[in-house]
């Protein structure tokens, strides 16, 4: 089966340029995170859909960042505009629906921001 | 919510030796623990888990072991390899859809 996809693997900006990542999880997966991840650190989440619905976006950066997961497959996320802050990994991650809890990670989208 | 603390940062054993990675949480409702690995510029890979109706469990050289008790639950690695070599993330996870990492130990295996 096939894995986590993102996409752009790599995106360099310059400061106040908007950015957008894109997201399929794995096939017939229903919950979707959107997580970052600064260097050396753990995957921060940003927000959790379950389908179609953000169930968790409490630590979305609403002034600057919105993600949309139409139709509860494939997800995008958004910063508009980025700050120098916002470089880091951001990845994209997948869970079936039986609530065992596993979690199956894209390779990440790195975000540059000069 | 949750608070997941992971160390060391970071660990460096000669191969052939051990390596053990202990994380605490705070909220005694969680009741999911996976184990994250991580190479350099690649994705998060699931490598064992425990559930809280289990103190320990083992996949080769690999085992988790878990106390509710003192909420803390480590890593053991045995006769570790250099292709060990990675980031290892602990989580810990109340309803199975949220999660809380820790910050990571980088392990170096010394050939």
């Known amino acids: 089966e096939a894995g986590v996809v993102q996409s752009p693997r790599y995106k360099i900006i310059e400061k106040k340029q908007p950015v957008a990542f894109w997201c399929n999880p794995i096939s017939g997966h229903n919950t979707l995170y959107w997580y970052l991840q600064n260097l050396g650190q753990g995957p921060e989440l940003l927000i959790r859909y379950e389908n179609e619905e953000a169930v968790d976006d409490s630590q979305l950066p609403k002034d600057r960042f919105s993600a949309e997961r139409l139709k509860g497959v494939d997800s995008t996320l958004k910063i508009q505009p980025a700050e120098l802050g916002d470089s880091a990994v951001y990845l994209c991650a997948s869970s079936p629906r039986d609530g065992r809890g596993l979690q199956f990670f894209g390779p990440g989208t790195r975000l540059t921001v000069l | 919510g949750e608070n997941v603390e992971q160390h060391p940062s970071t660990l460096s054993v000669q191969e052939g030796d051990s390596a053990v990675i202990k994380c605490t949480y705070s909220d005694s409702a969680s009741n999911y623990f996976p184990w994250y690995k991580q190479e350099l510029g690649k994705r998060p890979q699931l490598i064992i888990d425990?559930?809280?109706?289990?103190g320990e469990k083992k996949d080769q050289r690999i085992a988790v072991t878990l106390n509710k008790t003192a909420k803390h639950f480590s890593l053991h690695i045995t006769e570790t390899q250099p292709e060990d070599s990675a980031v290892y993330f602990c989580?810990?996870?109340?309803?199975?859809?949220?999660?809380?990492f820790g910050t990571g130990t980088s392990l170096t295996v010394i050939p």
């Open positions: 425990i559930r809280s109706n289990v």
């Open positions: 989580a810990a996870s109340i309803t199975g859809n949220q999660f809380y």
